[in-house]
């Protein structure tokens, strides 16, 4: 997957700040901190999550859907795959 490896780097520093969010959540628990701060951390992870989904997305459709060098074959299975995937992350 090429395109994933040509934005490595961004994607690690998302998933990063993602795993940074969570430890805060963490952190608020254990410290029983306020309520409205815990879940204006935890409102901040699904936002961050729902941004590196969107980013996934993004490239898949359009290195395995929209491609113009791909087949028939190649362009539906990347279709079902991103399908797949929504499904599952809507859940």
Same mark, same amino acid.
């Given at each position: 997957?090429?395109?994933?490896?040509?934005?490595?780097?961004?994607?690690? *520093?998302?998933?990063?700040?993602?795993?940074?969010?969570?430890? =805060?959540? /963490?952190?608020?628990?254990?410290? #029983?901190?306020?309520?409205?701060k815990t879940l204006h951390l935890v409102a901040a992870i699904?936002?961050?999550? *729902?941004?590196?989904?969107?980013?996934?997305?993004?490239?898949? =459709?359009? /290195?395995?859907?929209?491609?113009? #060098?791909?087949?028939?074959?190649?362009?539906?299975?990347?279709?079902?795959?991103?399908?797949?995937?929504?499904?599952?992350?809507?859940?």
């Amino acid at each position: 997957m090429s395109h994933i490896h040509e934005h490595k780097d961004d994607l690690l *520093n998302r998933v990063r700040r993602i795993a940074g969010q969570v430890q =805060a959540v /963490e952190k608020a628990l254990e410290t #029983d901190a306020d309520c409205a701060k815990t879940l204006h951390l935890v409102a901040a992870i699904r936002g961050a999550v *729902n941004g590196l989904m969107d980013q996934f997305i993004d490239a898949h =459709a359009r /290195e395995h859907v929209a491609h113009p #060098d791909l087949s028939n074959e190649e362009r539906a299975q990347g279709v079902e795959e991103l399908l797949q995937a929504i499904r599952r992350y809507s859940k």
